[in-house]
């Protein structure tokens, strides 16, 4: 049990840990010790201090002190085993972001060394290298992840637990674009859209976290609902920086309640204007739905067989688009 916990506190420094619960803090000097205010009792000035290379915590205003456990079953109220269970949970959370951002760094690497997947954003219109880099868009050549991750030091089972590489340790992505989903505190998933003949659409399994970029996308009284990914990055380049997406015509409780939570949010759904109507017939559905809840929702007819990817590539400018904006009535 001892060496247990010993690997647990190493994998998650007490200092790590605190920051990500948003912990301010300041050094203390030129050493490894730090200086905030102490979330055990209220109090103004900073008295809570960390020594980051021994990993214990004092605090000269509560005298409460120890380690990484005894500060979680303090500030918790949890018991020395639901402590355990608590941390286990978060160092496997924080394990596969680490390991989720480090792979989407990698593959934004790759990417500037295969002409064949730059000149397939180009193909699909996306050629704007700061939209890329906005975008964190990579490439997965595949064949190349598992040994750099390794090398890295993380575990095999770890690549295999969040998806990263199949049950023969072969790497998930092969010859596909990577769009990396985010949410607040990281990366949550992989979005991979193939190059070649295999399944087009590809994510880690788990969930896909929110609305694509909503973090940057919330602040606008208007907002853009487009399906894919490609359809976001057009607009995106096109200037209409409010659009979100939501990988997929289906949104899910979560996506919903953050598309509703303002009242005075206007949505505009730029669904595929596909011959069988499936992504209309959601688009409407989903109007419906933002309708009910007080939501002004308008639902956006493009040209027929395309979608806003398609549009901008069949010749559409920003123009066009804002056109068929403004013709969307009100349901």
């Known amino acids: 049990m001892g060496e247990e916990l010993e690997k647990l506190k190493q994998r998650l420094p007490l200092?790590?840990?605190?920051?990500?619960?948003?912990?301010?803090?300041r050094p203390v000097g030129h050493g490894p010790e730090f200086v905030g205010l102490c979330?055990?009792?209220?109090?103004?000035?900073?008295?809570?201090?960390?020594?980051?290379?021994?990993?214990?915590?004092?605090?000269?205003?509560?005298?409460?002190?120890?380690?990484?456990?005894?500060?979680?079953?303090?500030?918790?109220?949890?018991?020395?085993?639901?402590?355990?269970?608590?941390?286990?949970?978060?160092s496997a959370a924080a394990d596969s972001t680490s390991v989720l951002e480090e792979t989407a760094a990698f593959y934004q690497r790759q990417l500037q060394l295969c002409?064949?997947?730059?000149?397939?954003?180009?193909?699909?219109?996306?050629?704007?290298?700061?939209?890329?880099?906005?975008?964190r868009i990579?490439?997965?050549?595949?064949?190349?992840?598992?040994?750099?991750?390794l090398a890295q030091g993380y575990s095999l089972e770890l690549l295999q637990r969040t998806g990263l590489v199949n049950a023969q340790a072969r790497d998930a992505f092969y010859r596909r674009i990577v769009f990396p989903c985010s949410q607040v505190g990281g990366v949550v998933n992989l979005y991979g859209r193939s190059l070649g003949d295999t399944f087009p659409h590809r994510f880690l399994p788990g969930g896909k976290g929110d609305l694509f970029a909503w973090e940057s996308v919330r602040q606008f009284p208007t907002v853009i609902l487009v399906e894919g990914l490609f359809d976001l990055a057009v607009l995106w380049q096109a200037g209409f920086r409010n659009t979100t997406c939501a990988l997929g015509s289906r949104l899910t409780p979560t996506p919903f309640r953050q598309l509703s939570d303002r009242l005075t949010r206007r949505v505009y759904l730029v669904f595929d204007q596909d011959e069988n109507q499936t992504g209309q017939g959601a688009a409407q559905q989903l109007a419906r739905r933002l309708e009910e809840?007080?939501?002004?929702?308008?639902?956006?007819?493009?040209?027929?067989?395309?979608?806003?990817?398609?549009?901008?590539?069949?010749?559409?400018?920003?123009?066009d688009f804002a056109a068929c904006l403004q013709g969307a009535p009100p349901r």
């Not at 200092?15 to 803090?25: E, G, H, P």
């Not at 002190?65 to 500030?75: A, T």
């Open 138 to 149: 990579g490439y997965a050549p595949g064949a190349r992840l598992r040994r750099h991750l």
């Open 293 to 319: 809840v007080g939501v002004k929702a308008h639902v956006v007819a493009l040209p027929s067989g395309h979608d806003p990817n398609s549009y901008f590539l069949a010749g559409a400018t920003a123009a």
């Open 39 to 90: 979330s055990l009792h209220p109090e103004t000035r900073p008295s809570f201090h960390v020594n980051a290379r021994k990993n214990l915590f004092y605090c000269h205003g509560c005298g409460e002190g120890g380690d990484l456990i005894r500060l979680v079953q303090l500030s918790r109220r949890l018991s020395f085993g639901q402590t355990l269970t608590y941390l286990q949970q978060h």
């Open 115 to 135: 002409s064949e997947a730059r000149c397939y954003l180009q193909q699909r219109g996306v050629h704007d290298p700061a939209l890329i880099q906005d975008l």
């Open 15 to 25: 200092l790590d840990y605190l920051r990500q619960q948003n912990w301010t803090s």
